[in-house]
C-alpha cells in the first residue's frame, strides 16, 4: 500500500504537467485563432457577394442541370434564343427575346419556328456565337442527356426522338444559316409553350470547341456560354465563382453584369441562416428552409420576406385507377377532409391553401368558390366523413407513399392520420429515399401506388407544364410516371390536347378555358392539393434585392451590394 | 518478418475482396427502387432514355462483369459519378485535405487528452477526481457529434463570436486553417476521449498489480521510470491499437457527423452526400477506402505491438 502511494505522488506530477502542455497548447491556438478571426473580419469587406446554398447544383453543365440550384445560376450563364425580363413578380414570367432578334415567329399550324441570332454576339471565351450552335447545343443535351429531354424536346422536334436513340447522326428537325443567323424548327405537333422551352439553359447555346464530342457532362469545366455571367472555380460539391462576362455587352432587357458572386454550399442549412444573420455571407438560397429556430430573428433583420412564385403546387395523389381511389366519393372525402392550415404549419407557414391544381402563378390557375370543401384552410371533416360513407370504401387498405425528408414526412403523417380520422380503417405510411422516391412511383405496373405525396415547380409559366404531364391520360409510362393518379378521362384529355397547343404569349385568349378545366379536376377530385408553397428570400443588411425571378427564384443581375 | 508481410499482404487482399463483394451487392445489386439506370436518368426520362444509360454504363450486363468492372475503374482511377459526373478519385482526392485535417489534428488532440485524463484517473483510483473524470467521460462516449457540433455553432460561433460557423479553410492560410478546425477537432475528439481514457485507466490499474513493475521498483528504478518505461509502456498497446483503427476510420471518412455539422467538406461529408444522392460509386469507392485505411493500418499496428512489447514476435 505505501508503495503504491509513492507511484501515485509521482504519477499525479506528470501527469498535470501533461495536462499543463496541452492546456498550453489550446491557449496558444486560442490566441492564433483570435488574430486570425481579426484578419478574417478585414478581408471580408470585399464586394463579392456570397451565397449560401444547401444542396448544390446537380451540375454546372447545362447539358446535364435539372435542378432549381443549376437554373438560378445556368439561366444567366447561358442565355437561350428566348429568355424571361428582368423584372419583379408576374412581370419576371415573361418571354422576351434573348439571342435571337425577336421572338419566334410561329407558322399558322404551330409546327414551325422562326428565329434569328443577333449578330457580333460572343461567348464568354470570345468565340462567335454561330446559328449552327443550337443544333449543337439541342444534340449534346440530347446525347448526355439533360433530365427534362424526353418530355419538353424528344417528343416535339423533327427527328429528336431518332437521334437521341443514335437513329440518326442529327436532328432533321432543326436547320440553322450561318450566314444570315435564321434557325428554323420543325416539330412534330404544335406546342404551345416550345417558345419557353428554349429559354431552357439546357439550349442556352454553348461554344462547340469548348464542349467536343463525344459529348460527355463536363462538370469541373463546363462549356463557354453567351450571358451576362460566367463560372469559374469549380470545386464540385463546394463552391464556384459567378464572374460577369468580360464578353457580354448587353442585350435590349439584358443589361452587362457587375456585381461578382461566390456560391458556397453548405449542408449545414442552420450554420448558413446565421451566417447570414451575422452579415458574415450575404444571401440564403430561396430553395432553403430557414429552420424555425431562426425565423424570428432572420424577419426582425428587415432583409427577409416570404416569397409565393406562384408556381408550385403540392398535393396528394389519388389512383383512380383502383379502388378506393377509383371511386369518386372516396376522392371527395380526402379533398374534403384536408385541413390546409394544419399542413402549413408543419411546413413553417410556407404553404397557402387553396384547391385547384394550377398554382396560384400559372395563367389559368382556378376563381371562385372550392367545389368541394368550401374552406380549404380548415377542411370539412363532417362532410368528409358523410362522403367515405357513401363509397362504401372505409374497409380498403391503403398504403400512402411518401418521402424521407422534412417537412415533406410530416406532411405524410398528417396526411395519414387524416385518411383514418374520415373513416379509413387500414392505413400505412410507405416511406421511400428521396433520391429514388419519384421513380419509385413512377412504376406504374410493379408498384402503381393508391396515394402519396407529389408536387410539381413549374418549368414555364403554362398550364400545359402541369396538366400535360401530371393529369394527362396520354402522358401515362410504364415506367418514369408522373400522372402518379393514373389519370385518364376523356373531356380532360381533349381539352389538354385542345388547349395544350395554344402559344404561352397567347394564353389570354384561352384562360377562361383553363379556369373551367380547373373546376371540373377540382370537381372530380383527381388529386388533394394542400397548398402552393412560399420560399424564404433572405439576404444580409448589406445587400439589396432589387428584383428575383418567379420561375428560376433568384435573378443576380437584380442583387447588389453597398 | 518477410513472412508475416506476406500473410498479412494475403489476409488484407481477401479482406478487401470480400468487403468489396459485399459493399457492391448492397449498393448496386440490391439497390433499393431496382433500376440505377431509371435513376440516373431522372424522374422525366423515357423508356428509350433510360435503355441507352442502361447500356452506356453497362447495367444491361451480368452482375459479374459490372462488379469487375466497376472495380477495374474504382482501382485504375476512372470511376465516375452517374450523377454529377466528376471523377471520383480526383473529387475524393479535393476532399482528403480536409478529412486528414480533422484526422490528424483530433486524432492528436484525443491521444493526448486521453493519455492524461486516463492515467489521472488512474492514480485517484476511487477518489473525487476519479469520479469526476468517470462521469465526464461517460458524458463524452453519450454526447453525439451533430450536437455538441450544432451547440459550439450556435452558442460559441454565432452568439459569441469566438469560432467560425463552419467550413474548411486550406492549411496554405495557416491562421484561417487553424481557426476553422478548432471547433471540429474539440467535438469529434470528446467522443474517443471519454472512451480512451476509461480504457487507459483499467489498463493502467492492471499494470500496476504486474509483476515486472514490482521488479522494476525492486531495481530502484524512480516512480517516473516505472510509470514511463513500463507501466504506460504496457498500458498503451490497447490504445494504440484503438486509435490507428479509429484514425483509420475517419480519414476513411467515418467522421460523416462532424464534417457534415461543420461543413468540413471531406470524405466523410462525400460520403454523406452520395448516400443522399444514391451516388452509388462514390460511395462504392469510399467504402474502399475506409476498408483499406483500416486494413493497412492495422497490419501497422501489429509491427508496433512486436516493437512495444518483447514478448510478440511476427513470424
Redesign the interface.
Known amino acids: 500500500m505505501e508503495?503504491?502511494a509513492?507511484?501515485?505522488?509521482?504519477?499525479?506530477r506528470?501527469?498535470?504537467s501533461?495536462?499543463l502542455?496541452?492546456v498550453g497548447v489550446a491557449a496558444i491556438?486560442?490566441a492564433?485563432?483570435?488574430?486570425?478571426?481579426a484578419?478574417?473580419k478585414a478581408r471580408a469587406a470585399a464586394s463579392t457577394i456570397t451565397l449560401l446554398s444547401g444542396?448544390g447544383p446537380?451540375?454546372l453543365?447545362p447539358g446535364?442541370d435539372?435542378t432549381t440550384q443549376g437554373s438560378e445560376i445556368n439561366w444567366e450563364v447561358y442565355t437561350g434564343l428566348t429568355t424571361y425580363k428582368h423584372a419583379n413578380g408576374m412581370a419576371s414570367t415573361e418571354l422576351q427575346p434573348g439571342l435571337a432578334t425577336a421572338l419566334p415567329k410561329i407558322s399558322a399550324n404551330g409546327k414551325t419556328y422562326t428565329v434569328t441570332l443577333r449578330k457580333g454576339l460572343k461567348y464568354s471565351n470570345g468565340a462567335p456565337v454561330k446559328a449552327s450552335d443550337f443544333l449543337y447545343t439541342v444534340e449534346r443535351s440530347l446525347s448526355i442527356?439533360w433530365?427534362?429531354?424526353?418530355?419538353f424536346m424528344?417528343p416535339y422536334v423533327v427527328g429528336a426522338?431518332a437521334y437521341?436513340?443514335?437513329k440518326a447522326k442529327t436532328i432533321s428537325g432543326i436547320q440553322a444559316n450561318n450566314r444570315t443567323g435564321k434557325i428554323v424548327i420543325h416539330l412534330t405537333q404544335a406546342y404551345g409553350p416550345f417558345a419557353n422551352v428554349l429559354a431552357f439553359p439546357a439550349f442556352g447555346l454553348v461554344d462547340p470547341k469548348t464542349a467536343p464530342k463525344p459529348f460527355?457532362?463536363?462538370?469541373?469545366n463546363p462549356p463557354a456560354g453567351a450571358g451576362p455571367y460566367m463560372v469559374t472555380n469549380i470545386?464540385?460539391?463546394?463552391s464556384f465563382n459567378i464572374v460577369p462576362n468580360p464578353n457580354w455587352h448587353g442585350l435590349p432587357g439584358i443589361p452587362k453584369a457587375t456585381v461578382p458572386f461566390t456560391e458556397?454550399i453548405?449542408?449545414?442549412v442552420?450554420?448558413n441562416a446565421?451566417?447570414v444573420?451575422?452579415n458574415?455571407n450575404q444571401v440564403f438560397d430561396w430553395a432553403d428552409t430557414i429552420p424555425p429556430a431562426d425565423l424570428a430573428a432572420a424577419k426582425a433583420t428587415g432583409h427577409y420576406k416570404l416569397v409565393n412564385l406562384g408556381g408550385s403546387v403540392y398535393y396528394f395523389f389519388l389512383n383512380a385507377s383502383r379502388p378506393p381511389f377509383n371511386n369518386e366519393l372516396a376522392r371527395q372525402a380526402v379533398v374534403a377532409g384536408l385541413n390546409q392550415s394544419g399542413f402549413s404549419r408543419l411546413g413553417s407557414g410556407t404553404l397557402a391553401p387553396g384547391c385547384f391544381f394550377l398554382p396560384p402563378g400559372i395563367p389559368g390557375h382556378g376563381t371562385g368558390p372550392c367545389p368541394i370543401a368550401k374552406n380549404p384552410a380548415t377542411g370539412d371533416l363532417a362532410l368528409a366523413k358523410k362522403l367515405l360513407k357513401q363509397s362504401g370504401q372505409a374497409n380498403t387498405p391503403i398504403t400512402v407513399y411518401g418521402e424521407e425528408r422534412s417537412p415533406r414526412l410530416q406532411w405524410e403523417q398528417a396526411y395519414v392520420q387524416e385518411l383514418q380520422q374520415i373513416g379509413f380503417k387500414h392505413v400505412q405510411l410507405k416511406e421511400?429515399?428521396?433520391?429514388?422516391y419519384?421513380?419509385?412511383i413512377?412504376?406504374s405496373k410493379?408498384v402503381n401506388p393508391q396515394t402519396g405525396f407529389a408536387d410539381w415547380n413549374e418549368d414555364f409559366p403554362n398550364p400545359i407544364d402541369f396538366y400535360g404531364?401530371l393529369l394527362n391520360g396520354k402522358a401515362i409510362?410504364?415506367?418514369?410516371n408522373?400522372n402518379f393518379g393514373q389519370t385518364n378521362d376523356p373531356y380532360l384529355n381533349k381539352q389538354i390536347a385542345k388547349l395544350g397547343v395554344v402559344p404561352t404569349t397567347k394564353l389570354n385568349t384561352v384562360a377562361g378555358q383553363w379556369r373551367a378545366l380547373e373546376r371540373y379536376v377540382a370537381k372530380h377530385a383527381y388529386a388533394a392539393v394542400f397548398g402552393y408553397q412560399s420560399f424564404p428570400f433572405f439576404t444580409s443588411k448589406n445587400v439589396t434585392v432589387k428584383f428575383t425571378n418567379d420561375i428560376y427564384g433568384w435573378d443576380l443581375l437584380g442583387i447588389q451590394a453597398h | 518478418m518477410a513472412r508475416f508481410v506476406t500473410r498479412r499482404l494475403l489476409t488484407m487482399l481477401l479482406m478487401l475482396f470480400a468487403i468489396s463483394v459485399v459493399t457492391f451487392v448492397l449498393f448496386i445489386v440490391a439497390l433499393p427502387g431496382g433500376n440505377p439506370a431509371a435513376m440516373i436518368a431522372g424522374r422525366l426520362a423515357n423508356q428509350a432514355e433510360i435503355h441507352l444509360i442502361s447500356v452506356r454504363y453497362g447495367f444491361d450486363k451480368p452482375i459479374y462483369i459490372q462488379y469487375v468492372n466497376t472495380m477495374a475503374n474504382i482501382f485504375d482511377g476512372s470511376a465516375f459519378s452517374y450523377q454529377q459526373g466528376f471523377n471520383v478519385l480526383s473529387q475524393l482526392g479535393g476532399d482528403a485535405p480536409a478529412t486528414l485535417s480533422l484526422a490528424i489534428g483530433a486524432g492528436i488532440l484525443w491521444l493526448l487528452s486521453s493519455i492524461a485524463l486516463g492515467t489521472l484517473a488512474a492514480i485517484r483510483s476511487g477518489k473525487y477526481t476519479d469520479r469526476v473524470l468517470t462521469v465526464l467521460s461517460m458524458v463524452g462516449v453519450s454526447l453525439p457529434p451533430f450536437l455538441l457540433g450544432s451547440v459550439l455553432i450556435q452558442y460559441v460561433g454565432y452568439k459569441a463570436s469566438l469560432i467560425p460557423l463552419g467550413g474548411y479553410v486550406s492549411i496554405t492560410h495557416p491562421l484561417q486553417w487553424l481557426w476553422h478546425m478548432l471547433a471540429p477537432w474539440f467535438t469529434l475528439s470528446v467522443l474517443f476521449i471519454g472512451f480512451y481514457s476509461r480504457v487507459l485507466r483499467g489498463s493502467i490499474l492492471d499494470a500496476m498489480g504486474e509483476d515486472y513493475v514490482r521488479t522494476a521498483r525492486a531495481k530502484g528504478l524512480s516512480e517516473r521510470k516505472v510509470l514511463v518505461k513500463h507501466v504506460l509502456r504496457m498500458s498503451l498497446l490497447p490504445i494504440i491499437s484503438l486509435w490507428g483503427l479509429d484514425i483509420a476510420q475517419v480519414i476513411g471518412g467515418g467522421a460523416i457527423l462532424t464534417e457534415t455539422v461543420f461543413d468540413l467538406h471531406g470524405i466523410g461529408w462525400q460520403a454523406a452526400q452520395s448516400i443522399g444522392n444514391f451516388d452509388t460509386v462514390t460511395l462504392l469507392t469510399i467504402v474502399m477506402i475506409t476498408a483499406l485505411s483500416v486494413v493497412v493500418i492495422g497490419a501497422l499496428i501489429d509491427i508496433l505491438y512486436a516493437v512495444l512489447d518483447p514478448r510478440i514476435r511476427l513470424t
Open positions: 508503495e503504491d509513492t507511484v501515485r505522488n509521482h504519477l499525479k506528470s501527469t498535470w501533461v495536462l502542455a496541452v491556438a486560442a492564433i485563432a483570435a488574430n486570425a478571426a484578419k478574417a444542396p446537380q451540375s453543365d446535364l435539372y442527356p433530365g427534362g429531354s424526353a418530355t424528344t426522338q437521341a436513340t443514335h460527355k457532362v463536363q462538370a469541373s470545386s464540385i460539391g463546394k458556397q453548405n449542408a449545414n442552420n450554420a446565421l451566417s444573420l451575422k458574415s421511400v429515399a428521396d433520391a429514388n419519384f421513380t419509385t413512377g412504376e410493379k404531364v409510362q410504364a415506367t418514369n408522373e
